[in-house]
């Protein structure tokens, strides 16, 4: 599925939207994309999800997003910011910025960190 905009694409549902394409979807807009869903989206991809805006993405669930695929790509000239109540985190080309209250990261694996000597507190 291959959906394109000159400008801004936009899409809304008053209640829940579900959507499952078997092979590939791309979205691009040269401008804005946005969805507002007003309670639940679901969408399932079989292979790449592709969504890019030259200048802006805004994905708007008021209880719940879900998007699954193979492959997902989100790309966009400017950035793209992910908001979750009091918690914002965005990525700028070079840059990403977190505001929050609180981090919390959980690693597995080794902790190498391409150091001859480290400390960690």
């Known amino acids: 599925m291959i959906e394109l905009a000159k400008q801004m694409k936009m899409e809304s549902a008053g209640m829940a939207r579900a959507e499952t394409i078997g092979g590939v979807f791309l979205m691009k807009a040269s401008d804005e994309l946005k969805a507002n869903i007003g309670k639940k ?3 399932t991809v079989g292979g790449m999800l592709k969504v890019k805006a030259g200048k802006q ?3 708007t ?3 719940k997003v879900t998007m699954k695929s193979v ?4 790309e966009a000239s400017k950035s793209i910011t992910f908001e979750v109540g009091s918690t914002t985190l965005t990525m700028k080309d070079g840059v990403i910025e977190i505001i929050t209250p609180k981090v919390s990261l959980t ?3 080794n902790n190498n960190l391409g150091a001859e000597e480290s400390h960690q507190n």
């Open 57 to 59: 993405i805004s994905l």
């Open 41 to 43: 989206r679901v969408t």
């Open 107 to 109: 690693v597995s694996g």
């Open 61 to 63: 669930g008021t209880e």
């Open 71 to 74: 492959i997902q790509k989100l």
